[in-house]
């Protein structure tokens, strides 16, 4: 019996929809990076894009639970000296709402040229339009 590898010819692309409001943080970065990587598939390959696209809306209503908003740091290096600047999950849910679901949903990829293709297939939008109507997607529960 040979291993079937799938090919990203071979692989038909799906939608889903999350709707992120009143969900916890990690709940649904798990469940969007599975999908994105295509480990949902039966003919799920580690080495190809084989995942499907996300749509994540109402992000600016995702929750953290217990003293996580106030203690949890994202960081960012500016690239100059004492350019280290730390951030609040408060802090960068207010100035940019998408940005810690997009950055704990990276930590959950591969950190090679597979995940960056990968990634982009993640849309997150604050709000609860979105522009893809016209992919049908199909609504994903967390």
Not at 81 to 106: A, M
Not at 110 to 132: S, T, V
Request: contains cysteine; positive net charge.
């Amino acid at each position: 019996m040979k291993t079937y590898f799938a090919k990203n010819e071979d692989v038909k692309n799906d939608w889903y929809v999350i709707d992120a409001s009143g969900k916890t943080l990690g709940r649904v970065a798990a469940k969007a990076a599975s999908v994105l990587r295509g480990k949902h598939k039966a003919s799920y390959t580690p080495n190809s894009m084989c995942g499907d696209f996300v749509v994540i809306v109402n992000a600016e209503k995702i929750q953290v639970t217990g003293k996580k908003a106030d203690n949890m740091l994202y960081r960012h290096y500016t690239g100059y000296v004492r350019g280290l600047r730390s951030y609040s999950f408060n802090t960068l849910i207010e100035k940019h709402p998408t940005e810690p679901l997009k950055r704990t949903i990276w930590g959950m990829l591969p950190h090679n040229r597979l995940g960056r293709k990968i990634i982009g297939n993640l849309k997150i939008y604050e709000g609860p339009e979105h522009p893809h109507a016209a992919q049908n997607p199909k609504p994903l529960e967390v």
